[in-house]
């Protein structure tokens, strides 16, 4: 199945001379896009120092809901990091006035307003997969108007576990999830066909990132080479949205579930 992507080819911090038009088309229509060469190499080596800093001098400080680790004696089996916007003030910067800015706010046809930074990777020979989901559900956002920029630090293919998505079916709203236990992703949808027609692997390069909304479905497998997957992603939903109450209530009492019966609490990570 094609991929429909854009290059970029502009080299400043500036929105990049894409096609917008076109490249707004593609995202709404399929609910994603890829975006190649999104940043330069230059911006990847200083994202990667930048979270290579953040790991050695900010992680210990923090609580283990906000770093994820499979084995919290071991600094090599980090998995997730959560909101570092909130406890980094470069990355607070970066999140709130970096390139994706205005073209997100040109994606969702809407204010940005952030929802979180987070960093994944996917260890080597990593057994863990992420579960089919939409991150709408996790933001509980009335309307849903929302988006998110996964930018590749690593080469990124199938055998180190890439992301797939599956074509369009932003379109079909948001659909009921169920609690998963899967560190980092507590809720999934049990039921999605994987395999399916509209399934698309997205291989990339440091620098390339994928823009995708937050109703579309996505998910990835596990990883059969000794290669890491390392990414940063932007979360943002829509300026005129408010939140769900109910639903994020709902949300929260089952992630805190979920966090409890595998002993992860809010106690620092270097404790």
């Not at 190499?41 to 790991?55: A, F, G, M, P, T």
């Not at 992603?233 to 109910?246: I, L, M, N, Q």
């Amino acid at each position: 199945m094609q991929i429909v992507t854009v290059m970029s080819t502009q080299h400043d911090t500036a929105l990049p001379d894409f096609q917008l038009g076109s490249l707004r088309d593609t995202f709404e229509r399929d609910g994603f896009v890829i975006i190649r060469n999104l940043f330069r190499e230059d911006e990847v080596n200083e994202l990667r120092s930048q979270v290579d800093r953040y790991v050695r001098d900010v992680v210990p400080t923090l609580p283990k809901t906000a770093a994820f680790f499979d084995d919290y004696s071991k600094p090599e089996t980090l998995r997730k990091m959560q909101s570092l916007d909130k406890h980094d003030d470069w990355f607070k910067g970066f999140m709130s006035e970096g390139k994706h800015v205005p073209l997100l706010e040109y994606f969702i046809r809407d204010g940005f307003v952030p929802q979180g930074l987070e960093w994944f990777n996917k260890l080597p020979y990593d057994k863990n997969f992420t579960p089919a989901h939409q991150d709408g559900f996790y933001w509980c956002r009335k309307p849903m108007i929302g988006c998110s920029l996964w930018i590749a630090l690593d080469s990124v293919d199938e055998s180190n576990a890439c992301l797939y998505y599956a074509r369009g079916s932003h379109k079909l709203g948001i659909m009921p999830h169920v609690s998963s236990n899967v560190l980092g992703f507590s809720q999934g949808l049990p039921d999605w066909d994987m395999k399916g027609p509209d399934a698309v692997a997205c291989i990339m390069e440091p620098g390339d990132a994928i823009a995708h909304s937050a109703e579309v479905v996505h998910w990835s497998g596990v990883s059969t080479t000794d290669r890491s997957r390392r990414a940063l992603a932007t979360f943002c939903y829509g300026a005129s949205t408010v939140r769900d109450e109910v639903a994020f209530a709902r949300y929260k009492a089952s992630l805190q579930a979920q966090l409890a019966a595998q002993d992860i609490d809010g106690k620092p990570v270097g404790t």
